[in-house]
């Protein structure tokens, strides 16, 4: 495998692995994309920056299993494809980090194009379109605030006024995710790793 050069005007922009993969953040190639690294990295990736009760933090592993089963409750007709676009929404923070939405909006268009560059090669890595179609996007979109609407609330300390003003929770809300979401407690890492990586192959 041929290494990045480094030096003083090339500094080291790549990220290696637990299992020796090497990816490159700002050219990143879908054959350096591993789904255990992703399960690994997203498990031990806190959500709310660690800021929620309970034994575990709530990692981003586990937030994004919730989202693809609140995304099939939205979409009980949805593909196998849809389901795993929405469990892979947020898999560019295995490398990235998972920052608060304060601190993207500062970081500005940067974090984003970065962002979206290694959740691209991630969809081509395991066969899924570069970019997911409007309806699908928007749908994940709307799992991904109801979510975190019940993580803020439930785990994290904001009033449910202060939470329906940020995350502009539906007017409605499936009873099935209510029962789902209204006693969300953060499991452990390993637990999450596991959980995550089932999904993975069911939805594979």
Not at 49 to 60: A, C, F, I, K
Not at 112 to 120: D, F
Not at 165 to 175: A, E, G, N, S
Not at 183 to 193: F, G, I, N, P, V
């Amino acid at each position: 495998m041929k290494l990045p050069i480094q030096s003083k005007d090339h500094p080291r922009a790549w990220q290696r692995m637990l299992s020796g993969r090497r990816l490159d953040l700002l050219n990143p190639n879908p054959t350096d994309i591993e789904i255990n690294d992703i399960a690994y990295g997203l498990a031990r990736l806190s959500r709310w920056n660690g800021q929620t009760v309970g034994e575990y933090p709530l990692s981003v592993a586990q937030h994004s299993v919730i989202v693809e089963e609140v995304f099939s409750i939205l979409e009980p007709a949805a593909s196998k494809q849809a389901c795993l676009v929405a469990l892979l929404h947020d898999a560019a923070e295995y490398v990235i980090g998972d920052l608060i939405s304060p601190f993207k909006a500062a970081l500005g268009s940067d974090y984003k194009s970065i962002e979206i560059r290694l959740l691209s090669a991630i969809h081509i890595r395991f066969k899924l379109p570069k970019h997911p179609s409007n309806e699908v996007g928007n749908l994940i979109k709307k799992a991904d605030n109801i979510t975190a609407f019940y993580e803020a609330t439930c785990l994290a300390g904001f009033s449910t006024l202060e939470a329906r003003r940020i995350f502009k929770l539906p007017d409605y809300v499936p009873l099935a995710i209510t029962k789902l979401l209204t006693k969300l407690e953060a499991c452990s890492t390993t637990m999450a790793q596991k959980k995550f990586l089932q999904k993975f192959q069911e939805l594979t």
